[in-house]
């Protein structure tokens, strides 16, 4: 199924990175041919009313009102839709804190792919991931904030990081429109030791491509005593990687979420962009 409806959650301060992951997360949206729909939401918190004197008013109304958080990414979003011509709607709220993530990943569910800035390491974008992943339904598709300057809105270089999993085939069809598009597609699993079932996976899979349009090859990458998050993320600098496919891996344990040490690692600082799927 292409992609044609995507959704971009607006949460957080208008920063200059914030600010560029904005505009290339449209620009991703306008290679797809999709529409966007923009969702900012603030905290709704409560602020004391304050007594103000006559003189004191008079001072605030010659002032000219700041503009805030919440409409500063709003500005930033009308202006790189503007520029690229892609049809795009905007929509805000106020709700509490603890209701935000949940807030999103209720809309995120009438879209094909939610794009996320991802701030490195911040574990308030990773609840929000964590909730847009599990209660949406719907794949996402991560925007690293740190490498942002670096970053292209197309996917000419796609690497899937295959486990052989359930979860990495549901991210495999969640991003065929992707694959399709893409110049060069390469099936990536992390092993030290090579065996024939690792082998016989990766080939079904490259040869399950071949009948959707999409020419990929299957390798490994060694670990080396190293974490397979850390092992992917070079892997996909050293060669250029426009962006990695992958499933994300979870499970619960007494009503807490812990995540797998791939997807925490990559959700935590993502190496380019990362289409990711439960």
Known sequence: MPIKDVFLPLVGQPQGRALAAIEKCVAVAADLGARITALALEDDVFVRPQ????????SAEASAPEVGDMQQLLNAFTLAASRTNIRAQTRSGKVPADQIASVLAEHARFSDLTLVP????????EHIIETLLFESGRPLLLCPEQHVDALRPEFENVMIAWDHSARAARAVGDALPILQAAASVRVITVADDKTEAMVQSGTALVDHLTEHGVHASFETAKGGGSSIGKVLGIWANSHAIDAIIMGAYHHSRFNEIVWGGVTKTVIGQPPCWV???H
């Open 51 to 58: 007594v103000v004197l006559p003189a004191d008013r008079e």
């Open 275 to 277: 289409m990711i799927s």
């Open 118 to 125: 991802v701030k490195p390491h911040d574990s308030r974008t």
